[in-house]
């Protein structure tokens, strides 16, 4: 929203996913083991006073929700796509918080690479009550659930996703995608909205 006022649009929030804690929490990390953290959402559902192991993170948002809580992260990778923690995940001990309904590509890579996943469903997405829409003149689309909502409500905005696994929800929702963000971050995405008006 920030990103966007400061480009010189005009930002309308509307939630299309919610969060919901399932019960569970990441409470131990070992110190042979390492913390995979591909949403910031995840960060709300972790005991840091329990975390011993490395913490790999997947863009700027989530390492600076980390940080936020004084979690040091040491691996980060440049692409903000899970898929590129695959290098540094492979073989080793990972824990992965993720929501309880999550696309299963990620954690079958892990296993692929050699990785000993202990998975653990922190939080599940809800879909808020949303009628219709405001009009505006570009929607952008920051994950497959919104995605998913989205496609239940009518709209003629060009649509700018924040990466290729969020484009490939829209297509598979039937939405037709303008533009993907590159990088896949929040400013990313931005910054592709932007563009779609020549800001």
């Known amino acids: 929203m920030r990103l966007l006022a ?50 790999a993170a997947v ?28 290098p540094h995940l492979a073989g080793r001990r990972v824990v992965y918080p993720r929501a309880e309904v999550v696309p299963p590509a990620f954690e079958r890579a892990l296993l692929e690479a050699g990785a ?9 997405t809800l879909e808020p009550r949303v009628l219709e829409l405001p009009t505006v003149e570009v929607i952008t689309l920051a994950s497959g659930s919104a995605a998913r909502h989205l496609a239940r409500l009518d709209h003629s905005a060009p649509i700018v996703a924040i990466g290729p696994s969020t484009a490939a929800v829209c297509a598979e929702v039937g939405l037709e995608v303008t533009a993907v963000a590159s990088p896949h971050t929040s400013a990313g995405l931005a910054q592709a909205a932007l563009g779609l008006f020549g800001m």
């Not at 863009?59 to 590129?84: D, K, N, W």
């Open 6 to 55: 400061e480009g010189g649009a005009t930002p309308v929030h509307v939630p299309l996913i919610a969060f919901e804690a399932t019960g569970a929490r990441v409470r131990h990390v070992g110190p042979d083991e390492v913390l995979a953290i591909t949403s910031a959402t995840a960060v709300e559902y972790l005991d840091p006073s329990g975390i011993h192991g490395q913490i």
């Open 116 to 124: 000993d996943v202990r998975a653990v469903a922190v939080y599940r």
């Open 59 to 86: 863009g700027p948002s989530t390492r600076a929700a980390l940080e936020a809580r004084h979690l040091s992260v040491h691996i980060c990778p440049e692409r903000g796509l899970a898929e590129a923690l695959l």
